[in-house]
């Protein structure tokens, strides 16, 4: 298999094809405040690509309330976050898709470079029908394919495997450092959207999907 060759890009989901990761933000909100637990932005960037049982486990530990619940407290409290995020996520519409994102997907296709969504998000399927770009994608890798999530790079890995792609020859592109790690830990080239600051250790950093561009990231990755 050639692995100078650029053979599939593999997306996050929240914060990078859709600002979902606001209405995380907001889920998560509701029930800090309902526990009164301080909870803000900046905690939250924390949060990016954790699973949702450890990021209820980061938000309890911020209020020392790890100890407070039982598994059992644990679950509801996280059903809870859940049937809040079902709600927000049911006015996404494709509209919501970031920019230069449906663009870059087409693209992409039309290079005959494969496409694959890496998203440890239960409602990714959901997220994905409601922009109406399920079909963009030729694998969509959920929490259920891996037992470790990020930032170990196994759902990076089996998103590759499932396209046929060599890791050396992927890109994947993140907004979460835990994200980032795992492209990294996979042995892909990484592309960070956020600021310099959180994105530390991508290869190539956007400030926005804006920015996204095929000739860049061939430039800068060396993937022809
Ligand atoms: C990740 C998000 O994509 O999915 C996290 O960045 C979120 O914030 C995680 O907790 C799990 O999502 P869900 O929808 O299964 O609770
Ligand atoms: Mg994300």
Not at 105 to 132: C, D, H, K, M, W
Not at 161 to 189: K, L, S, T
Request: with cysteine.
């Amino acid at each position: 298999m050639e692995t100078n060759k650029l053979q599939a890009v593999i997306f996050d989901l929240d914060g990078v094809i859709t600002d979902s990761a606001k209405y995380h933000y907001q889920a998560w909100k509701m029930l800090a405040d309902r526990l009164d637990i301080p909870f803000d932005e900046e905690y939250n960037e924390k949060l990016k690509g954790v699973s949702r049982m450890e990021s209820l486990e980061l938000i309890l530990k911020n209020g020392d309330a790890c100890e407070k619940f039982t598994a059992e407290e644990k679950a509801a409290l996280a059903d809870e976050k859940n049937e809040f995020y079902k709600e927000l996520i049911h006015q996404i519409t494709p509209a919501d898709i970031l920019p230069g994102m449906a663009e870059f997907l087409a693209e992409l296709r039309a290079a005959g470079i494969r496409t694959a969504v890496a998203s440890v998000s239960r409602n990714a399927p959901f997220i994905l029908a409601q922009l109406g770009v399920t079909d963009s994608f030729d694998y969509v890798c959920g929490a259920a394919a891996v037992e470790r999530a990020k930032p170990f790079p196994d759902i990076f890995l089996v998103a590759a495997q499932h396209v046929g792609a060599d890791p050396a020859a992927c890109v994947g592109v993140e907004d979460a450092e835990a994200g980032i790690r795992a492209i990294n830990a996979a042995g892909m080239f990484s592309v960070g959207v956020g600021t310099p600051d959180q994105m530390r250790e991508a290869k190539l950093i956007l400030s926005g999907t804006h920015e996204r561009s095929l000739a860049r990231i061939r430039e800068a990755s060396g993937l022809a």
